[in-house]
């Protein structure tokens, strides 16, 4: 795979996952707070997360060797993710949705550093723009 079919695929693997994480966040974080759009932005963020986790887990892409090692990061920081979406998705109220997220563990880390060696932006709104 080439530098830029890497990052091709990279983008248009997170940058939809993004702007779906974005709105739930929205929704979790609105006052007062819409069962009914949360919920459906679950849905919404669980169908991309689970696209990224797949991508990011399939042993028949070959990433370029020097983003390799941060790609398993990127895999396991969207299974996680899928285990929080999933209790929010099986809430019964309102106050069932609010769950805190999985802590932040590597995975903000090696996306910078998957960005940095395919010369994608750190900017993620400016380099997602065509992704969206």
Same mark, same amino acid.
């Given at each position: ?25 929205? %929704? ?11 919920? @459906?932005?679950? /849905? =919404?963020?669980? *169908?991309? #997360? ?39 998705? %099986? ?11 999985? @802590?932040?563990? /590597? =995975?903000?880390? *090696?996306? #910078? ?20």
């Amino acid at each position: 795979m080439t530098k830029s079919e890497a990052a091709d695929l990279y983008l248009s693997t997170v940058c939809p996952n993004n702007a779906a994480g974005d709105v739930l966040f929205q %929704a979790l974080n609105a006052d007062p707070g819409d069962f009914e759009a949360i919920k @459906a932005a679950a /849905d =919404a963020y669980a *169908s991309t #997360q689970t696209n990224s986790a797949e991508v990011f887990d399939d042993p028949t892409i070959l990433w370029p060797e020097n983003i390799r090692k941060d790609i398993p990061v990127m895999s396991e920081d969207a299974f996680s993710v899928l285990s929080w979406i999933a209790q929010i998705e %099986a809430a019964t109220t309102l106050e069932e949705t609010y769950i805190y997220p999985p @802590a932040i563990g /590597d =995975a903000q880390t *090696s996306s #910078q550093r998957i960005r940095s060696r395919l010369g994608i932006s750190s900017d993620i709104v400016e380099s997602c723009a065509d992704y969206q």
